[in-house]
């Protein structure tokens, strides 16, 4: 869920070489079957939180802002409908 809001809103990943323990960490948990059951996605951790706890502050940032329309399907991020899938 960290990692989800942390780049949601403030267009920073917590992942990625910067820090080399966190990258390990995730890396070790991903591979626990109890996480790989309950695993999530970025739209729902970004989304469910502002319910709960009230709005996040988006630091506003280039970089935030196109993790943010990306996750919220802005700037056509998501097309509908869906293209037909291709058979190869």
């Known amino acids: 869920r960290m990692a989800a809001s942390v780049a949601y809103w403030k267009g920073d990943t917590l992942r990625g070489g910067r820090w080399k323990h966190i990258d390990a960490w995730f ?16 739209y729902t951790h970004a ?9 996040g502050v988006d630091d506003g940032s280039k970089e935030q802002q ?4 990306a996750l919220d399907g802005g700037d056509a991020a998501w097309r ?8 190869s």
């Not at 890396?27 to 970025?42: H, I, L, T």
């Not at 989304?47 to 709005?55: A, E, L, S, V």
């Not at 196109?66 to 329309?69: A, E, K, M, P, S």
Request: glycine fraction near 2%; hydrophobic fraction near 25%.
């Open 47 to 55: 989304n469910d939180i502002p319910p709960q706890y009230g709005n």
């Open 27 to 42: 890396e070790a948990f991903e591979q626990r079957p109890s996480y790989s059951a309950s695993r999530s996605d970025w």
């Open 66 to 69: 196109t993790i943010r329309r």
């Open 80 to 87: 509908l409908p869906l293209p037909p899938l291709s058979s």
